[in-house]
Each structure stands twice: as structure tokens, then as C-alpha cells.
């Protein structure tokens, strides 16, 4: 099946620093990655939908200027917090989808601690 | 407005025994209806997914049952296990896009 991967799988910076956090597509070439954002006991946010090789498209309401994203390949988004601060603090949720199905696989997920 | 309402909160069941979550979902034009698994820490995970044609879908010992015309749906859990401990999810599907219930967090007692 499927296969999509996240890495770091948690991450603590300072207050002030960016975190890079990468999604890959391990067996599949996805065409769309997704970025989501979840709080505890709350449900996924879509954060921004990127395309491979062009902007990425942001929901009302997230700064793109803070959250980078960036889809260079068929296999590869990273997502960069800039100048993190404590209420980033989150765990953050890639998905993939290929050309052919609707079907969206999710990674494992990345726990961002800002301190 | 899409969106999707999940019941209950939270649930408690022992060791064997069936279970029910329900979901209510207004997400227009409809696509298909999806449940996830998503245990502590880590991403969802698909159990069923639904179109507009289906009323019923298995994968081992879940069940899924959509109405489309009430709009509603439901995840039967049968004999369940400790590894059922999770939060199981339903999201509506439109355009492309999914619109995620807050979940079901289920535990499961030995």
C-alpha cells in the first residue's frame, strides 16, 4: 500500500528558531500533499494544499509567510515553521494523493514542542 | 456550512463486546464518507471509505453503514480488543477536500 513518511518525528526548539519538517510519498509520485495542523482532543485543520511545483495554497486564517511550504518533487513537501513560537506547538499531519486515486495517505505525524 | 459531527465523546467498553460511533454530516456536494483510526501520537489511518451508492462496507471487524439521506453514519465495532484503543474519525468528502469530525475516542478494558 501506500506508504507516506514524516520526519523529525518530534522536534523541541526555542522560541524565536524555524523547524523544518519533511513529508514523503515512499512508493507513489503524489501530484498533492496536504499540511495539517492538530490540537489535543480537537479534530485536523487543513493548514495549506500544495501542488508539485507551484505555491502552495493557504487556508484563510494560516500566514504564509510562517508556514513555508514548499513541494520541489513528486515524492517531497517540507513544511517550515519560521520564528516558532510556544502556541505553534501542535502535531503537525502530512497527507499525499496521487494523480490516479482520491485517495489521501496520511504520515505518522510530527510533535512540535516550542519552548 | 461542511461539516461533521461525531457521537459519543468518548467511550468505554470491556474487552469483547461490539460497539456503535456515530457520525452526522452535512458536507454538500457530497463525495464519499471516510473513517480513520488514529491511535495516540501518530497520523490517521483509513478504515472505509463510502460513496454515495454504498450503504454498507466491512473491513474485518469494522463495519461501516451510510444513510445518505439522513446523513448519517456509523462504525460497528465486533469483539473488540485492547488494540482498539484509538480515536476512530469520520470525514465527509467534497471537492476534493475532507472535513474531519473531532472523533470518537474509544478504550477498550481488559
Known amino acids: 500500500g501506500a506508504v507516506v513518511s514524516q520526519h523529525p518525528s518530534w522536534v523541541i526548539c526555542k522560541s524565536g528558531t524555524s523547524v523544518k519538517i519533511e513529508c514523503r510519498s515512499l512508493d507513489f509520485q503524489a501530484t498533492t500533499m496536504f499540511w495539517y495542523r492538530q490540537f489535543p482532543k480537537q479534530s485536523l485543520m487543513l493548514m495549506a494544499t500544495s501542488n508539485e511545483g507551484s505555491k502552495a495554497t493557504y487556508e484563510q486564517g494560516v500566514e504564509k509567510d510562517k508556514f513555508l511550504i514548499n513541494h520541489a518533487s513528486l515524492t517531497l513537501s517540507t513544511l517550515t515553521v519560521t520564528s516558532a513560537h510556544p502556541e505553534d506547538s501542535s502535531f503537525y499531519i502530512c497527507?499525499?494523493?496521487?494523480?490516479?486515486?482520491?485517495?489521501?495517505?496520511f504520515g505518522p505525524g510530527t510533535r512540535l514542542t516550542v519552548t | 456550512k461542511n461539516q461533521v459531527e461525531q457521537s459519543p465523546q468518548s467511550l468505554i467498553i470491556l474487552e469483547g463486546k461490539n460497539c456503535t460511533l456515530q457520525c452526522n454530516y452535512t458536507v454538500s456536494p457530497f463525495s464519499n464518507l471516510r473513517w480513520y483510526k488514529q491511535d495516540t501520537g501518530r497520523g490517521p489511518v483509513s478504515l472505509t471509505i463510502m460513496t454515495f451508492s454504498e450503504n454498507t462496507k466491512s473491513n474485518g471487524r469494522y463495519t461501516a453503514t451510510l444513510d445518505a439521506d439522513t446523513k448519517q453514519s456509523s462504525l460497528h465495532i465486533t469483539a473488540s480488543q485492547l488494540s482498539d484503543s484509538a480515536s476512530y474519525i469520520c470525514v465527509g468528502s467534497t471537492l476534493g477536500r475532507l472535513y474531519f469530525g473531532r472523533g470518537t475516542q474509544l478504550t477498550v478494558w481488559p
Open positions: 497527507s499525499a494523493r496521487g494523480e490516479v486515486s482520491y485517495e489521501q495517505y
